[in-house]
């Protein structure tokens, strides 16, 4: 997607070194830094300088390259393995793109480790950008449906977090289907929900909406059920980290609760999820997803922002930010959700929806 007219993707190799946005920066900085050994992945992922499961994924599997370059011996690229897989809990994309890894390694030699990653990796971002591209072309017609209801009347889509462009390799899962849509000429407007405590939807999804052009609101996190109850919500698009192999689906915190807001009002509830966000092996979201847990006092005690004079500052409304909890994801269970949009097709939230998309997985 284009930053300020330019085309760019969250991850890159520019000149043999490997390039990402840090996200903490954004909206008020568009800082690119490099990935040049294990250490800078795992941090970029544990720190949050990239999120979202698909960009997880896509720098944990760069991780994987950087650091066999630095040191291709089986013991390091076993710890290569180890570490990554322990930087971010909930999202599934972070272990199905390592374990990729290994099997691309498996019976190489040392020296064409490297190599064989690398592309790897070059090849994981072409792909990951098309399956959200396919994603956005099956969710944008769902968009086109509500249209023939609404009589030229602008079609308003819910989201929560942020499910963009930046949360993956380029147009998003969540967000796809809207710029398909916007860019086809239909009248969209987003609402979107702030999602504290990070702030994604404030932060992320408005500057990726604003830079596109594309009409949106932001909300607070409590807002959204009450738009719904006066038909002011057509559609909901969410993301996922981890959906089971039975549809349930794990998000950012308070993707549940808008889902039960949504079924209490008949609104349409789609979570947009391509295939490595499925978690084959899992068939209970409640009882078998990790919800990480992070920091309360760091990010719920304490927000950052800028102030009117443009600087920089980090404030807390509390009496005692150390007073706190942080459950950094929920699950919904699959009873809420209205279908599943993969780069295969549309498909009922079910093990036999599910399925019929991906017969492989029989
Ligand atoms: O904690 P984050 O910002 O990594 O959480 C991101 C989300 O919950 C996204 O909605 C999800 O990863 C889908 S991204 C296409």
């Known amino acids: 997607m284009k930053v300020n007219g330019q085309d760019m993707r969250t991850i890159w190799v520019e000149n043999d070194t490997v390039k990402i946005i840090d996200q903490r920066f954004l909206p008020h900085e568009l800082k690119i830094i490099p990935i040049e050994n294990l250490e800078d992945a795992r941090a970029a992922i544990a720190d949050m300088k990239v999120r979202g499961a698909p960009c ?27 570490v990554l897989n322990a930087s971010r809990p909930t999202a ?9 890894c290994m099997k691309a390694v498996d019976g190489l030699a ?40 609404k009589d030229g009347a602008t079609i308003n889509i819910l989201t929560h977090c942020n499910a963009g462009w930046v949360a993956t390799v380029d147009w998003g899962t969540a967000i796809s289907p809207i710029y398909k849509a916007f860019n086809a000429g239909m009248d969209v407007h987003v609402w979107v929900d ?48 981890r959906t089971t192999a039975t549809g349930d689906v794990c998000n950012k915190i308070g993707t549940y609760l808008k889902a039960l807001a949504a079924f ?6 789609y979570v947009c999820a391509p295939s490595n966000s499925i978690d084959w092996d899992m068939q209970d979201g409640l009882k ?11 990010e719920v005690g304490w927000i950052t922002g800028r102030d009117e004079k443009g600087v920089i500052r ?5 009496p005692d930010p150390k007073k706190t909890r942080n459950d950094a994801f929920d699950v919904t269970p699959r009873k809420y ?20 998309l991906f017969p492989e997985k029989t």
């Open 56 to 82: 997880i994924g896509a720098t944990a599997m760069y991780g994987m390259a950087v650091s066999v370059r630095n040191d291709p011996s089986g013991t390091a690229v076993k710890t290569a393995y180890d």
């Open 92 to 100: 599934v994309n972070l272990k199905w793109a390592i374990d990729e």
């Open 110 to 149: 040392e020296a064409e480790r490297a190599d064989a990653l690398f592309k790897l990796s070059a090849k994981n971002c072409d792909d990951d950008a098309q399956m959200c591209s396919n994603i956005g072309d099956y969710g944008k017609t769902l968009l086109d449906e509500i249209a023939k209801h």
């Open 194 to 241: 702030e999602t504290r405590p990070r702030s994604q939807g404030a932060r992320l999804t408005a500057w990726e909406l604003e830079q596109h052009g594309v009409p949106y609101t932001v909300i607070t996190d409590n807002s959204g059920g009450h738009l719904m109850q006066h038909g002011l919500v057509d559609i909901c698009f969410v993301g996922t980290d």
């Open 264 to 269: 209490d009002n008949n609104v349409p509830f």
């Open 288 to 298: 078998e997803i990790p919800i990480e847990v992070r920091s309360g006092e760091q």
């Open 314 to 318: 980090r404030v807390t409304t509390m």
């Open 337 to 356: 959700i209205t279908g599943l949009i993969t780069e295969r097709g549309i498909t009922n939230a079910s093990r036999a929806g599910l399925l019929q």
